[in-house]
């Protein structure tokens, strides 16, 4: 009976302690920017709000509406999308007080809709 318990702990604790890969993040694994290079670093994309002003278009990541530059935004949809966010998306990481984009993700319509986008 006490074996039994151990094994089932054992296990438990491998289990809890073991990393598995995040279902959410795996509609960016295949995605690379116009030069080839991969998006995706394991951790850093995910969905974001956006939104087009003057300047460009800028997104939500971790509090801060980061201004996104004009030749990392792709328009197309993502595979596995659940719409949140209507469609925007987001790659890249913190830098020296803010963040770099190393892909950003907007619906094909924002490519036609948006004077400012071209």
């Known amino acids: 009976m006490r074996r039994g318990f151990l094994l089932i702990c054992c296990t438990a604790a491998f289990l809890a ?8 993040h795996d509609i960016y694994s295949h995605l690379t920017d116009k030069s080839g290079r991969s998006c995706c670093r394991n951790s850093d994309c995910q969905a974001a709000p956006y939104r087009v002003t003057p300047s460009g278009v800028q997104m939500l990541v971790k509090g801060a509406w980061v201004l996104v530059p004009r030749e990392r935004v792709q328009y197309r ?3 596995g999308d659940t719409g949140e966010t209507a469609g925007g998306h987001w790659c890249g990481e913190p830098y020296d007080g803010g963040f770099i984009t190393y892909c ?3 619906p094909p319509t924002m490519a036609l809709t948006s ?4």
């Open 17 to 24: 302690f073991t990393p598995m890969p995040a279902k959410a």
């Open 77 to 79: 949809l993502l595979d």
């Open 104 to 106: 950003a993700f907007l």
């Open 115 to 118: 004077p400012l986008l071209r």
